[in-house]
């Protein structure tokens, strides 16, 4: 006896357009997206899972298309109704879906995202509101993610993503930053050329180091600042480390040669977050002070 459908399940099933061919157009570029980790000719990033879509739809990123696989209908349920009108929703079997998405484990929705472009003056003239970051050979997904993610929760107000760090187009980085590279003002740019322009902007310049510089606890982390951070491996480059105002270290174990640079940028934007006042509704709360 067949299962006579709901009319939720009709209300989806009609808006939902079926697609069973590999060489559809827009299931190609969704393909070639994932595959490049970069954005489209057009501007789209190609996104996977229904919590970073959901952030997407949060962040208020406008969709060009949303891709569901056959056995993903609950979750078709519930994005639907978030979704305009105007954005292109289509169904995929499951084995086409499962070729197109990166993901050992499909979560059965993807999406093609249109990303917040932002440019290098729009980025730096944030400092005034919290640090920024300039990020310098960082080639792990997961700890850029990590980093962006960090930046994020402790009132970070941009970050500067220099050559040979990883896109932030990759679907890793977009997952590790649990949506927060969708809100934070991201450029990528020369970080030696740049420092010029935080020259002009009067902000201060610090980097972090595994062994040599000033104690973290010990730092003076006010006012409006760059934080660099280098690749995991190697540090920083020799070019940029000569030009910042200060190194400063994270007191750890002898036995431990150096964090990762995801971990070390969480903990130098907690210090920087803690040094300073925050505030809430017009109250300015200060460390040790209690709110209700």
């Known amino acids: 006896m067949k299962n ?33 980790g970069e954005l489209t000719e057009d501007g789209y990033c190609a996104v996977e899972g229904l919590h970073i879509l959901e952030e997407a739809i949060r962040s208020g990123l406008k969709f060009r298309a949303v891709f569901f696989s056959s056995s993903a209908a609950t979750k078709a349920e519930r994005l639907l109704p978030q979704l305009g009108a105007h954005v292109e929703t289509v169904m995929l079997p499951d084995r086409l879906f499962a070729s197109a998405v990166p993901s050992e484990a499909p979560q059965g929705v993807a999406a093609l995202v249109r990303w917040k472009e932002v440019s290098l003056d729009v980025v730096l003239a944030k400092a005034q509101a919290g640090p920024l970051l300039a990020i310098a050979g960082v080639q792990d997904p997961g700890n850029l993610g990590t980093i962006l993610r960090s930046a994020e929760a402790f009132g970070a107000a941009g970050a500067l993503l220099g050559e040979g760090t990883v896109s932030p187009f990759n679907p890793k980085v977009v ?39 000033t104690p973290l606890p010990e730092a003076k982390l006010g006012g409006s600042l760059v934080v660099f951070i280098g690749s995991e491996g190697a540090g920083l480059p020799r070019d940029l480390i000569s030009e910042v105002d200060e190194a400063v270290a994270i007191p750890h174990s002898p036995r431990v040669e150096s964090l990762n640079a995801g971990v070390a940028a969480s903990i130098v934007l907690y210090e920087i977050s803690r040094q300073k006042p925050m505030t809430t509704k017009g109250t300015e709360v200060r460390e040790g002070s209690e709110q209700n």
């Open 4 to 36: 006579t459908p709901t009319p939720n399940d009709q209300a989806v099933q009609s808006r939902l357009r079926r697609i069973d061919g590999r060489h559809n157009a827009l299931v190609k570029e969704l393909r070639q997206a994932f595959a490049r």
């Open 175 to 213: 997952r590790a930053s649990a949506g927060s590279v969708f809100r934070l003002p991201t450029v990528r740019a020369k970080l030696a050329a740049a420092i010029a322009s935080m020259r002009k902007q009067g902000l201060r310049l610090i980097a972090t180091s595994s062994h040599k510089g």
